[in-house]
């Protein structure tokens, strides 16, 4: 009989984790590397415009939607049959680093805006749920998602404190972080009017419900 060793399985996770890690090192390396290369022309970008927070929150908006879309889908693969067709160590330390670095990405996409000089934004206003003067329900909504979103990120850390049933329960609420993001996006996103982004958010989310359903399917099937 076959029995997992928690040691190895631990090991293997951390392994994994440092190796995504290294990778997304790498890709950031480059990625300095070019801005350092075509410095100028970056510098001549961004002098041209007076919008240049507008411009990085928007983008860094997108970066964070499209991160907590993969880790979403990873963790419903890992609760669904389809998970025995994957690495289940590799696949879970990708549902937790890309969690977290959404969040990183979410706090710079709205963190960027206090220094807009056009919105003139405070940081209660930025960190609180309505405080915005226009869009009040659609930017609400993804402050709302946002603090969802890092409670269930973060929530990894406090896992063994809390036990697997809490943490489980507790994890739920990654559902209503990506309901209430997407309204966000659709409702605020002035990208989301674009053709190719468009059908990037409607495939996107078509695939999370997709995944739900096929999930709650099998849980009514199992009883």
Avoid at 30 to 40: F, R
Avoid at 188 to 202: N, Q, T
Wanted: proline share 1%.
């Amino acid at each position: 009989m076959n029995i997992n060793n928690p040691t190895n399985s631990q090991t293997v996770f951390r392994t994994n984790l440092l190796t995504q890690t290294l990778w997304i090192g790498l890709i950031l390396s480059i990625a300095s590397y070019a801005l350092l290369m075509w410095g100028e022309t970056v510098s001549q970008l961004l002098t041209a415009t007076d919008k240049n927070f507008w411009y990085l929150s928007r983008a860094s908006g997108f970066i964070a939607y499209t991160l907590f879309w993969l880790a979403v889908v990873f963790g419903l693969l890992l609760s669904t049959r389809l998970g025995k067709h994957f690495n289940a160590a590799r696949v879970f330390a990708l549902h937790q680093y890309l969690s977290l670095i959404a969040v990183g990405f979410a706090a710079f996409h709205a963190g960027v805006l206090l220094a807009d000089n056009f919105l003139n934004l405070n940081l209660w206003q930025v960190l609180l749920p309505f405080g915005f003067q226009t869009e009040r329900v659609g930017v609400a909504l993804g402050q709302l998602g946002f603090w969802l979103l890092f409670i269930c990120a973060f929530s990894f850390y406090i896992k063994k404190y809390i036990g697997q049933s809490a943490w489980r329960w507790l994890h739920f609420l990654t559902f209503f972080a990506y309901m209430f993001i997407s309204i966000h996006v659709f409702m605020v996103g002035s990208d989301s009017r674009a053709l190719p982004l468009l059908l990037f958010y409607a495939s996107s989310q078509t695939l999370v419900f997709l995944l739900m359903t096929y999930r709650l399917v099998a849980l009514r099937q199992a009883k």
